[in-house]
């Protein structure tokens, strides 16, 4: 029995655009082969898709070239270049303006007080203490000059010129010599971590009032104040407790 729908013309049209399966493809080349009018048929079809196709090619084509392209034809005038230059200049100045409060208001914000303790300039052979103070901590290591040596004292003298804190139990002050010699002002138990590697390489620490800060060394003569120094990286942090934990 001969299969009608390799006749239908839907059939025939998927048959030119070639969406048939291969089966289909191959069993509808063997009608062609064997039914002239099927082939003529098909050829038509064919045709017909080929002419269908020009034709929309050469609509398209001639869509596009009836498609205006917009030109610019107005030129700005010598007035609206000034104004623009003007508006340029006026944001710059704005920007600049604004950077230098906000820098100045930035450099207000910093503490500039620098108190210089009725101490001796401490060196790193014999650190020399003001008679009015009081060492606190017992146990200064001084056998060993690669170990931090550290110091517990009493606030600066009131008789010093500099300023005296209002507070001081709430502020820490210290000395530092980068190397071995540390002095604390105050009566505080605190710990030292020392050979901590950070990006910036091998740092020291220290481990005071449940919190850590970094031992940053101080010019000759100079106290400061320890707080500006508190680490706040989570990072660090955890990795200071782990070796304060481990100590």
Same mark, same amino acid.
């Given at each position: 029995?001969?299969?009608?729908?390799?006749?239908?013309?839907?059939?025939?049209?998927?048959?030119? !655009?070639?969406?048939?399966?291969?089966?289909?493809?191959?069993?509808?080349?063997?009608?062609?082969?064997?039914?002239?009018?099927?082939?003529?048929?098909?050829? &038509?079809?064919? +045709?017909?898709? =080929?002419?269908?196709?020009?034709?929309?090619?050469? =609509?398209?084509?001639?869509?596009?070239?009836?498609?205006? #392209?917009?030109?610019?034809?107005?030129?700005?005038?010598? $007035?609206?270049?000034?104004?623009? *230059?003007?508006? #340029?200049?006026? @944001? &710059?100045?704005?920007? $600049?303006?604004? &950077?230098?409060? $906000?820098? *100045?208001?930035?450099?207000?914000?910093?503490?500039?007080?620098?108190?210089?303790?009725?101490?001796?300039?401490?060196?790193?052979?014999?650190?020399?203490?003001?008679?009015?103070?009081? #060492?606190?901590?017992?146990?200064?290591?001084?056998?060993?000059?690669?170990?931090?040596?550290? /110091?517990?004292?009493?606030?600066?003298?009131?008789?010093?010129?500099? =300023?005296?804190?209002?507070?001081?139990?709430?502020? #820490?002050?210290?000395?530092?010599?980068?190397?071995?010699?540390?002095?604390?002002?105050?009566?505080?138990?605190?710990?030292? @971590?020392? +050979?901590?590697?950070?990006?910036?390489?091998?740092? !020291?620490?220290?481990?005071?009032?449940? !919190?850590?800060?970094?031992?940053?060394?101080?010019? /000759?003569?100079?106290?400061? +104040?320890? !707080? /500006?120094?508190?680490?706040?990286?989570?990072? @660090?942090?955890?990795?200071?407790? /782990?070796?304060?934990?481990?100590?």
């Amino acid at each position: 029995m001969k299969d009608t729908k390799f006749y239908e013309m839907d059939f025939i049209e998927a048959y030119v !655009k070639g969406k048939v399966s291969e089966a289909e493809s191959q069993a509808m080349q063997k009608l062609i082969a064997q039914d002239a009018h099927l082939a003529a048929e098909v050829e &038509m079809q064919r +045709n017909l898709q =080929e002419a269908l196709a020009r034709t929309r090619r050469a =609509e398209l084509k001639q869509l596009l070239q009836n498609t205006p #392209i917009p030109t610019c034809t107005i030129l700005p005038t010598a $007035w609206q270049w000034i104004a623009a *230059s003007v508006g #340029i200049v006026s @944001l &710059m100045v704005s920007l $600049w303006l604004g &950077m230098k409060l $906000w820098n *100045s208001q930035k450099i207000n914000e910093t503490p500039a007080t620098i108190l210089k303790p009725q101490t001796e300039t401490l060196k790193e052979e014999t650190p020399k203490v003001d008679e009015n103070t009081t #060492i606190t901590n017992e146990n200064t290591v001084n056998q060993n000059p690669q170990k931090l040596t550290t /110091e517990n004292t009493q606030k600066p003298s009131e008789n010093k010129k500099a =300023e005296k804190p209002k507070d001081f139990t709430k502020e #820490i002050f210290y000395q530092y010599d980068g190397k071995n010699v540390l002095q604390i002002f105050g009566d505080f138990s605190y710990e030292i @971590l020392e +050979n901590i590697p950070t990006k910036e390489g091998e740092k !020291k620490f220290i481990f005071i009032q449940n !919190k850590f800060y970094e031992l940053v060394p101080t010019p /000759e003569d100079e106290v400061r +104040n320890l !707080k /500006e120094n508190e680490v706040k990286n989570p990072d @660090l942090i955890r990795l200071l407790s /782990e070796r304060l934990k481990n100590k």
